[in-house]
């Protein structure tokens, strides 16, 4: 079975922190992912990468980067928290089109960040 | 731009029931489109999905059909159990290298014995 995990369940941070969330895939996939989930708004999408170092800018990158310096790993940065940042982070992955198998448009989520900024 | 509209909740129903969630789409083109279900205290898991019009996808007692003429793909199930009790997504993709995703607002539903 596919895996994703999340470094934390729970997070508690200050307004100003360097905040670090990490996502591990252990399927090999290319296509790595981070949403956040708010009541009302669904899932919107920060930021992806479908390669190692690549990465593209989501719907709502603002306040965020991120970093994936191996395939299995990308990780999520808030360089300077803020209160409107308080969310559930959902970190998913899948393979690319193209290559072989029965999960081409499957992304898989991890369980989820729920991040309370103070 | 892309979006998804999906009915407003909570929904409540008792064991049993039918139920159906409304959902609606707008994009170019001919996207892929998906239903997600979130478990309490869990990420999300692929619930079902077609892949082109007049397509029905069905897992677990739930069927959706995507209909291109009212772009909807709208969720049914027969008779709710408890255990069904979650929040839904309905979510569409167009064929990007990444697999991009665009969500609607999820509907919570509840199942009352």
């Known amino acids: 079975d596919v895996k994703v995990t999340q470094s934390s369940r729970y997070l508690v941070k200050r307004t100003g922190e360097k905040v670090f969330l990490e996502c591990v895939q252990d399927?090999?996939?290319?296509?790595m992912f981070w949403y956040r989930q708010d009541p009302g708004l669904g899932l919107r999408l920060i930021y992806f990468?479908?390669?190692?170092?690549?990465?593209e800018k989501g719907d709502i990158p603002e306040g965020y980067s991120v970093s994936r310096e191996k395939k299995e790993r990308f990780s999520l940065i808030l360089e300077s928290a803020s209160t409107n940042q308080t969310s559930m982070y959902l970190c998913?992955?899948?393979?690319?089109?193209?290559?072989?198998?029965?999960?081409?448009?499957?992304?898989?989520f991890g369980p989820g960040t729920r991040l309370l900024v103070l | 731009g892309d979006s998804v509209t999906q009915m407003e909740g909570p929904v409540t129903l008792s064991e049993e029931a039918f139920l159906t969630i409304n959902c609606t789409y707008t994009?170019?083109?001919?996207?892929?489109l998906f239903w997600y279900v979130q478990y309490p205290g869990e990420g999300l898991q692929l619930l079902l999905k077609?892949?082109?019009?007049?397509d029905k996808g069905s897992n677990k007692g739930f069927e959706a059909t995507y209909r291109k003429e009212t772009t909807s793909f709208h969720l049914e199930k027969g008779s709710v159990q408890v255990s069904d009790s979650a929040v839904y997504f309905c979510?569409?993709?167009?064929?990007?290298?990444?697999?991009?995703?665009?969500f609607g607002t999820g509907t919570r539903l509840t199942i009352i014995p």
């Open positions: 998913a992955s899948s393979r690319s089109p193209g290559t072989s198998g029965t999960t081409l448009e499957t992304q898989y």
């Open positions: 399927m090999d996939h290319e296509n």
């Open positions: 990468s479908y390669d190692v170092k690549m990465k």
């Open positions: 994009a170019t083109g001919y996207p892929s």
């Open positions: 077609a892949t082109k019009a007049d």
């Open positions: 979510a569409l993709r167009k064929f990007y290298r990444n697999e991009k995703l665009t």
